[in-house]
């Protein structure tokens, strides 16, 4: 279990300490329009991975697939840091997140493995939330302070030495237990490669419609893009009703408790997602704060993960109805979005951090009730593949979410600095404003000034910054009432879950065998 907590700090911390990382990485590079493509790249690769090793690992164990995903992690960590442009940390993180997903796919599916016991389970995935939740409270501090006194560079080079450690006490500790494998099965590579081509031609037809200019080479490069989903998506059907052994058990969606939470894990990693990852951008670009000061304003975000996640563990097996704490979660997360969404320019530092750790207790709560429901809706042999279920439509969701936001949040600032710099005469100016860079950018600021000086504008540019703040300010705020609007769908589908039925009995005798 140490060595689980381990791999799962791995990608916690990652996730936390580069998100806070990120406006200087992208003022120092020159690359805000790729802003998005930082955690998209990594999420659209996790989520293709995720199910692949989910399946994998039922199949022939879980061991030797944790031990290369650390392998793979940590490799592209440190090619991230080496990154020299935006295109080449792009293509970095797209690398590191098929070692998450791999990561994701096998390692919290193989608590599962050592503890068949739904109960017992619980009370362990308390150990894993705490340290998901203690690596990702130091995450946002740690990332801001690196970033502040050793460069961007070196809150990638934070993962070494965690990944080195992580081999050794899983490659020692972990037990090797074997899967759930018929005789002459195999992974079904066809459904694997139809899946990747599917989430993939989303993705990008997505992002097309996202930033289409209106032409009708964009509008006929978006419905191509669609038109090929669909023939994947009839063609991975066609497959996985085939497969011996498929990738994504169709039968799964037969149970209502997993369409339900699969629509919970779409909307909530959508809405998580948005939040922490444009927090950081909210905080230093909109509201001023220095990286260091942002990272320890998000901190009670992720630190109530754990707090919540502990509390939820304690109270499982003393509720009559365990499902109603994933509604109690969602409940708080809401709450705690509708916060965030009420600060204004020149907030107080409690005030933020309190918003922040309301949302950061619903996390809590949802989270391990997600995957602990599914694992118990589906049979044991499907635990590994149900899991990465969840992670795999978690993940799906915060890659569409990461995409929109960030559509909303670059349209709604521009739209909102033109009517700044019309009003002010300033429209020459318009150049520096085209992405919230010259928030946080010096250089870039210097730049601005001087040039305004030129043209006559010096004295407005306190009041342009101000209002380009503003303007940063709202379009966050507009993307987080979309994550809003999502968490009152996950609400309802919670509310509809059929009670929690635990393993139980079911897996002693697996139980017996290991010990």
């Not at 070692?99 to 503890?115: N, W």
């Not at 050793?150 to 074997?178: D, Q």
């Not at 919230?436 to 601005?448: E, K, T």
């Not at 609400?491 to 065998?513: Q, W």
């Amino acid at each position: 279990m140490l060595g689980i907590c381990l791999v799962t700090m791995l990608v916690a911390l990652d996730q936390t300490v580069v998100g806070t990382a990120l406006p200087r990485i992208v003022a120092e590079l020159q690359g805000f329009a790729l802003y998005a493509w930082v955690a998209t790249s990594y999420l659209l690769l996790s989520s293709i991975f995720v199910p692949i090793m989910g399946r994998l690992g039922d199949l022939f164990g879980r061991k030797p697939f944790v031990l290369a995903s650390i392998v793979v992690f940590t490799g592209a960590s440190a090619l991230c840091g080496v990154a020299q442009s935006m295109p080449q940390l792009v293509a970095s993180r797209a690398l590191q997140g098929i070692g998450g997903g791999m990561l994701v796919g096998t390692a919290f599916a193989a608590s599962a493995d050592i503890f068949p016991d739904q109960l017992r389970r619980i009370r362990w995935q308390a150990m894993l939330s705490s340290a998901f939740g203690l690596s990702t409270a130091i995450g946002p501090s740690l990332g801001g302070w690196l970033t502040e006194h050793w460069g961007w560079r070196s809150v990638f080079y934070v993962n070494l030495p965690i990944g080195l450690i992580a081999m050794a006490v899983v490659a020692r500790y972990l037990p090797r237990i074997a899967g759930h494998r018929a005789p002459g099965a195999s992974i079904d590579w066809p459904g694997a490669l139809l899946l990747a081509g599917l989430i993939s031609a989303l993705l990008f037809a997505l992002e097309g419609g996202a930033h289409a200019s209106g032409s009708l080479a964009d509008l006929v490069r978006v419905v191509t893009l669609l038109v090929l989903a669909a023939l994947l998506f009839v063609a991975f059907l066609y497959i996985e009703r085939r497969a011996q052994q498929p990738i994504l058990p169709l039968r799964l969606f037969q149970l209502n408790a997993v369409r339900l939470l699969g629509l919970i894990a779409v909307f909530s990693g959508w809405a998580m997602f948005s939040l922490v990852f444009y927090a950081p951008l909210l905080l230093q670009a909109g509201f001023g704060f220095l990286p260091n000061r942002a990272g320890l304003l998000v901190s009670p975000l992720v630190a109530c993960i754990s707090i919540g996640s502990i509390l939820n563990g304690r109270l499982f097996s003393r509720v009559p109805k365990p499902q109603h704490l994933l509604t109690f979660g969602i409940t708080l997360f809401l709450s705690g979005c509708l916060a965030v969404i009420s600060l204004k320019a020149g907030p107080g530092a409690g005030l933020i951090a309190a918003t922040f750790a309301l949302a950061g207790v619903g996390l809590g709560f949802q989270l391990p009730n997600m995957t602990i429901q599914m694992q118990a809706a589906v049979e044991m042999a499907d635990v590994g593949i149900a899991s990465a279920l969840v992670q795999t439509l978690r993940m799906m969701g915060s890659l569409v979410g990461a995409a929109l936001s960030g559509v909303i949040v670059d349209r709604v600032f521009k739209a909102r600095v033109g009517d700044a710099l019309n009003e002010a005469h300033a429209s020459a100016l318009s150049n520096f404003f085209r992405d919230p860079q010259i928030l946080v950018s010096a250089s870039d600021q210097d730049a601005m000034a001087k040039a305004a000086a030129l043209q006559g504008f010096g004295n407005q540019i306190a009041g342009l910054l101000e209002a380009g703040r503003n303007a940063l300010i709202g379009a966050v705020h507009d993307a987080l009432w979309v994550s809003v609007v999502l968490c009152g769908v996950a609400l309802f589908c919670a509310l509809k879950l059929p009670e929690v039925r635990p393993h139980g009995h079911k897996a002693s005798a697996k139980a017996a065998d290991l010990e």
